[in-house]
């Protein structure tokens, strides 16, 4: 009797736990976001905070490694596919770096919703998976919700709009390659080899256009990192404890925590035109999840069924 009323009660708290993790992930890239607007205004060059971030993430992410797999977590099949993954999530980084340091800081984190949007293109195009009309529909309304962000009488930083658009569409080619790694590699491997990049090619990068930061920014940039590395932990953290499909949604609330951070260190109020867009965009991106959830648990229930 108390293991039926205890199971439902133990489902329930680790929801609401993977759900409050998320969230604190979210706030995690929310304020690194803002560091790095803030750094960039006072003259950090791009690929230097790139370097920061990664390099300072290896701190959260070492320790981790240390409790979890240990020195495990270099091992990889897919030398190649992990070269494949960094470079594509590095091009994403940099750009959604640039865009932040265009754009208020409520436009660049709402153009970001897009990924979902190019993800399923990519998975038909790359992967070959099936897109059924809901999810290709799905994606379609999802573009008429960047449509209404870019606000077409032009009172936004177009070369900020091309580059946010840019680190979505990276990200969405990240996770592609991520899915296609899946199968021999851990989540732990993926993320040490994405941040040994980043920090190598942040350096690289530096090498052509360093500038020293003064102690607070220098302060600020180490933050970012850590702040960065405890971010990309708790989102791992997040689906290990509940379902992707419970805690996903709570991705949107980054707009929530970027809009706050906006007004309260530049002032910035969001467009109109900007929150209209970011629910359609964010509407089309839970409804494609929930497909892909509904074809994920019906290919599951064909392969019990199926004689062993």
């Not at 803002?34 to 320790?63: C, D, H, M, Q, Y």
């Not at 805690?247 to 949107?252: C, H, L, S, W």
Request: include cysteine; aromatic fraction near 10%; charged fraction near 10%.
């Amino acid at each position: 009797m108390t293991s039926a009323v205890s199971s439902p009660l133990v489902r329930v708290e680790r929801a609401a736990l993977g759900i409050a993790l998320r969230i604190a992930a979210m706030a995690c890239f929310a304020f690194l976001s803002a560091i790095v607007k803030w750094s960039g205004e006072r003259g950090v060059p791009t690929f230097e905070i790139v370097f920061f971030r990664n390099a300072f993430a290896f701190i959260p992410l070492g320790l981790y490694i240390w409790r979890t797999t240990g020195f495990s977590v270099i091992k990889t099949r897919r030398p190649l596919g992990h070269l494949t993954r960094s470079g594509i999530g590095l091009i994403a980084m940099t750009c959604g770096f640039s865009a932040v340091q265009r754009l208020p800081l409520t436009d660049a984190t709402a153009f970001q919703f897009a990924a979902p949007l190019f993800m399923t293109a990519f998975s038909a195009m790359i992967l070959g998976e099936r897109v059924g009309r809901h999810r290709w529909g799905a994606v379609l309304v999802g573009f008429v919700g960047v449509l209404i962000m870019t606000r077409p009488s032009g009172h936004m930083n177009l070369v900020g709009v091309a580059l946010a658009l840019g680190g979505a569409v990276g990200a969405a080619g990240a996770n592609v390659a991520i899915r296609q790694m899946a199968d021999t590699e851990r989540g732990a491997t993926i993320v040490f080899y994405f941040t040994l990049g980043g920090t190598l090619l942040g350096l690289a990068g530096s090498l052509f256009h360093w500038v020293t930061p003064d102690p607070k920014t220098l302060a600020v940039l180490i933050f970012g990192g850590l702040v960065g590395g405890v971010g990309q932990l708790l989102l791992t953290q997040a689906v290990s404890v509940a379902p992707v499909g419970v805690v996903a949604p709570f991705d949107y609330t980054q707009l929530l925590w970027a809009t706050g951070l906006g007004f309260l260190i530049w002032g910035e109020l969001p467009h109109p035109a900007t929150l209209a867009g970011a629910l359609v965009v964010a509407a089309s991106g839970v409804y494609i999840l929930h497909r892909e959830i509904r074809r994920f648990r019906a290919r599951s229930a064909v392969g019990a069924e199926a004689p062993r």
